[in-house]
């Protein structure tokens, strides 16, 4: 992902970035309107159909209640007069029948529900077809296909058929009761036909185009408007819930997801409609489309924006990777716009610094290379210098031994030995040993001079001897000692050691001199004096820096204690690794 930033040219990057950022907003924001205006829909839609429906199953109690007591009424007044349908005198049976036909045919004229009436006795007389009350044998009644619903009942619903009327088949729904004189003796049964019509207009009521059902107490369907499929599971998880009223969402046949919505009566009769979920979303839809029509057009103007003010940015920059293009062909001072005042101006106006810097440079770099050009001759010619010092020190050893002059020849010859390991071939570091051995001449001649008078003693560990230093790091300190230490004295003493600490190496040289006077380190007015400790201190703090360097130690009349710290370097290319140090000869 990153690399996208390092490749793709800014202005592209520019407004893909912010179309697509404009284009995830838009999207996620539309998303969450959907999912929040749609759970509010379903929840308003969910409150306000169980309200209607509450509504529709008080007035459908009252309607269903009151067809009950017509029921209840009609099996007693059977008795009251006087119809005995186990009566064996069949003229008598018939005196009673116009009574009988009266009393049910008014229960069918005292409400618009009941179509008809069915009695089902032993012995039945004949009736008209077509009037509101029909006679059946009882001995039929266990052929009707709704007979098990009243087999173990007195009194049950039965769910919607269809029964033969004068206008042809009539979808009902029947309400049937037993029939027991005052004997209790069981003669018959009392079929009630109330208009399925009736019923779906009470459960339709103002509305048109639901899905609705109604349910007795056992779980049985007495009516329906609509496409109302209910599973097994949905209708259980209905019946075992102790609210009056709720809802739930649901998945169909189709595995489309719906809103069940259900109303319960005090018997426990329930109403139930079904919405599809699309039908409730459909306004969120319908603003979720609004939303992404409104984001697509928003994102059009921001991209025409965005596209304007990105060409303002890149611009500038543009300008400024076309002047560095043609740098070499332009020369070193671009014709940059001077009328910036914020960053851009700032970038112009360091660029052309630094143009201006780079010229510097580039006629500062043509005169070093004229004037190393002038050095590389002038080391060749003095390249002729060390051999002819040699030449000359080893004429002058020859005349001295010729002359018997023991003491100037072995001078001679210290010197010389001195000479070719200051030299060192132009190194800069060279190993311990050779160090060594360069102090060692030294103190050898310095004891020509003195005599026994000058004593030193050298201890260096073994591991240290092929370890690199700084070439003329030991002699500085040994001379001082020598001029500065032991001045006005006629004898001294100096011990150097060499020895490894760590993953340093400590070089000590140690005198029993007079000491450093107070102030010594104080700076002076006159650079006098000083040069050797001076050198060395700089050269060890240009070349490792801290915790690397000289440290003195002195007191009066006690002698000083010179202790330098190095690292352990023990080859030339971790010298030019590490600390960037470099050889001083040519190559």
Request: hydrophobic residues 40%; charged residues 25%; neutral net charge.
């Amino acid at each position: 992902m990153f690399s996208i930033f390092k490749r793709v040219r800014i202005g592209r990057l520019f407004f893909g970035s912010f179309a697509l950022f404009i284009a995830l907003l838009l999207l996620v924001f539309t998303w969450i309107s959907y999912h929040v205006t749609s759970s509010e829909l379903a929840q308003n839609t969910s409150l306000y159909q169980q309200d209607l429906l509450n509504e529709l199953n008080k007035k459908l109690v009252i309607q269903l209640t009151s067809i009950e007591q017509m029921s209840l009424a009609a099996a007693r007044n059977i008795d009251i007069i006087g119809f005995n349908p186990l009566e064996n005198d069949l003229f008598e049976r018939n005196r009673r029948k116009k009574d009988l036909e009266d009393l049910l045919a008014s229960i069918t004229y005292s409400s618009t529900f009941v179509q008809s009436v069915h009695l089902y006795i032993e012995h039945p007389v004949l009736t008209d077809p077509q009037g509101p009350v029909r006679y059946f044998d009882l001995k039929k009644l266990k052929d009707e296909s709704w007979y098990p619903e009243i087999q173990n009942n007195d009194l049950a619903w039965i769910k919607e058929r269809t029964i033969e009327t004068n206008v042809g088949e009539l979808p009902v729904t029947g309400l049937a009761r037993k029939l027991y004189n005052n004997s209790g003796i069981y003669y018959g049964l009392l079929l009630l036909n109330v208009k399925s019509s009736e019923i779906k207009n009470v459960i339709q009521g103002e509305t048109e185009g639901r899905s609705r059902a109604l349910f007795d107490a056992g779980g049985r369907e007495i009516a329906a408007i609509g496409d109302l499929r209910l599973q097994e599971n949905e209708f259980k998880q209905i019946t075992m819930t102790q609210g009056k009223s709720g809802s739930i969402r649901i998945k169909t046949n189709q595995q489309s997801e719906s809103l069940l919505v259900w109303s319960k009566s005090p018997a426990n009769w329930m109403l139930v409609e079904v919405t599809p979920w699309k039908q409730i979303v459909q306004s969120s839809v319908r603003l979720a489309y609004i939303l992404v029509t409104v984001g697509l057009s928003a994102i059009c103007v921001a991209s025409l924006f965005t596209l304007i003010l990105s060409r303002q940015f890149t611009r500038p920059i543009k300008l400024l990777v076309a002047y560095m293009g043609k740098l070499p062909e332009k020369g070193l001072q671009p014709e940059l716009p001077m009328d910036y005042s914020n960053e851009f101006g700032n970038l112009f106006g360091g660029y052309r610094k630094q143009m201006e810097r780079i010229e510097e440079l580039v006629k500062s770099l043509k005169e070093q290379h004229k004037r190393q050009r002038e050095a590389e001759i002038q080391a060749l010619q003095a390249m002729i210098n060390p051999h002819f010092l040699y030449n000359t020190l080893d004429q002058l050893n020859w005349l001295a031994i010729d002359s018997g002059q023991v003491k100037i020849s072995k001078i001679l010859s210290l010197m010389g030995k001195m000479f070719r390991i200051g030299l060192s071939n132009g190194e800069t570091m060279i190993p311990i040993a050779d160090e060594i051995t360069h102090v060692e001449c030294y103190l050898q001649i310095q004891q020509i001079r003195w005599g026994e008078r000058l004593a030193f003693e050298i201890e260096v560990e073994e591991e240290a001897k092929d370890l690199l230093l700084p070439r003329m790091t030991i002699q500085p300190m040994i001379e001082n000692a020598i001029i500065h230490g032991f001045h006005g004295r006629k004898k001294g003493r100096i011990k150097i050691s060499i020895r490894l600490h760590g993953q340093d190496v400590l070089l000590q040289v140690i005198d029993d001199g007079v000491g450093l006077r107070q102030g010594w380190d104080e700076p002076r007015r006159r650079k006098t004096g000083g040069y050797g400790l001076r050198n060395v201190r700089e050269r060890t703090a240009a070349y490792f820096g801290a915790p690397y360097g000289v440290d003195i130690q002195s007191e009066p009349g006690e002698g000083t204690v010179v202790t330098i710290r190095l690292p352990q370097i023990r080859d030339k290319d971790e010298v030019r690794e590490r600390y960037d140090v470099e050889d001083t000869h040519h190559r």
